[in-house]
């Protein structure tokens, strides 16, 4: 037990350590992706066996994501308060045993019914996880530690389409399903075996306290709408796009799961990887830049997709090649925005962000992502069908349909770009402040210098950059790339103390340099007037005296 004590040490200490608890945690969350997107791969045999719309199929994911939302927020709560270790180990048994238990369903019913199961042991991975990250990885490489665990959205998804569906042709669905939950028989153990890190104490980004605080961040809420509509469109395609390729591309099943594993797989990796390493990057210079650099992607993918579903029947390697270049763009949201979320929350409520941010945006968004897209599909089946002069619903009449309900990828990712850039001006509004506040935050009283003179002392390093030293302000923050110093106001103590406010006869741009020599002007004013303040008081005093 000491030996298997010090392993755990070991294993899990700072610095290298982090490494092996994010391995782990980044192969529970591939197995996360790959049972849930596990019935994507095998939606054909599933349809033709229980005899299913398209819009039943969507329903499947639909009633998962409704569950898995609501869940998510007590799981979240539990995940900042208790062990996530340990919750993240039953998790993780849960949902692996329901999928494999939904291999033996008999009717549509009990199928979704073990989804339901699904859905609630899944909700513990995100909240848990990411709290733990955010625990054990400073802040300035926690975009690229969270969008390395969001890489396994493509690696789970390539592994469940490009296993499931060869094997879901050669075996059977069942077979298919039974197969994705093996892996948790390793996986359980290697989460008990990880130690927890210390759980930080203090803001992280603006002081929170209760819950309902949280609604009061708006970029939480842009985020939050951001989410639900990635959700939506990311659901559509990993519930689809094999069906796609096999109604309207003529693949089989086994080649639609072949290739979509692989490109999903290829082409998340790469986005996954470039948001983590333009992430870190990019927030040196701006601390909205995730966000707008999340934003400018879905603008990207947007007429990606659209080309992609514009090409003819029978166009596979060309549709293939484009709808995944715009899924690795559309990936990156991911560890851009979770990025964002630990930025602008205190790490005791980082899990129940997550889980508030999961609730709406799976609500909101995935809930309704296949659903609709399905109805859709079926809707202009029906058309087809009739302008065709069919009485009945052809396969050829679904292909029609499917491929006309997948328009509404490029154009929500439109809709993506224009909510992610909402968000990053939110971020940007409360802080926003010229470089004149720096000179209106010198007001001071001259009863009481010591406060002002500690805050002009500290003046010169926070215009270079360093952090300042005065014990009364409240925020104050440099963005030493563009040289340009925000600070906030200090108020004058209450004691009936005359205050002055000292004004730049220039007004400096937003990223013009306040330069040493204009802060010892003044410093030196200021010292003045404190020396001219002392010298009266001190004749007062006397006078006083002296009657």
Known sequence: MAGAGRGTRRFCGSGSGARPVLAVLFLVNVLNFYDRQALGAVLEPLR??????????????TIFTVLYA?????????????????????????????????????SYAMLMATRLGVGIGEAVCAPAAASWIGDLVPAERRARALAGFMMAVPVGGMLSFAIGGPVAQAFGWRVALALAALPAVALVPAVLWLKEPARKQGPGG??????????????????????????????????????????????????????????????????????????????????????????AAALGAAPLAFAAIRMPAGSAAAAIALIMAAYGLLQMYYGLTY????????PSLRGTAMAVYFMAMYLCGASFGPLVTGGLSDHFAREAAQAAGSGAVTEAARAIGLHQAMYVIPALSVALAAT????????????AAAPERLYAAAVATIATPSPAAAFLRSAPSVARGKPSRCANSRYAASYTDSRWVRASRRTAPSSGARSIRIRSRERFSRKA????????????????????????????????ERI
Not at 48 to 61: C, N, V
Not at 519 to 543: E, I, K, V, Y
């Open 70 to 106: 609501v869940a998510g927020l007590p799981l979240g709560r539990l995940a900042d308060t208790g062990s996530r270790r340990r919750l993240l180990a039953i998790g993780v048994t849960l949902w692996a045993s329901l999928t494999g238990i939904g291999g033996l369903a008999a």
């Open 339 to 346: 990025a964002a979320i630990q930025d602008i929350v205190a």
């Open 420 to 431: 992610l850039r909402a968000g990053a001006r939110a971020m940007a509004a409360p802080h």
């Open 48 to 61: 033709r066996e229980f005899h299913l719309s398209d819009a039943r199929l969507g329903a499947l994911t």
């Open 206 to 295: 603006i002081p929170l306290a209760p819950l309902l605080a949280l609604l009061k961040i708006p970029a939480l809420w842009w985020i939050a709408a951001s989410g639900a509509i990635a959700n939506f469109v990311l659901y559509t395609f990993s519930t689809f796009l094999p069906a796609f390729l096999t109604r309207f591309h003529g693949l089989s099943v086994a080649q639609a799961g072949l290739w979509t594993g692989i490109g999903s797989g290829a082409a998340g990796i790469l986005g996954c990887l470039a948001a983590g390493v333009y992430g870190d990057r990019i927030i040196r210079a701006r601390h909205n830049g995730r966000l707008l650099l999340a934003a």
């Open 513 to 544: 340099a306040v330069s040493d020599s204009a802060m010892r002007r003044l410093r030196s004013f200021t010292t003045r007037m404190f020396r001219s303040s002392n010298h009266h008081r001190q004749g007062t005093t006397a006078s006083s």
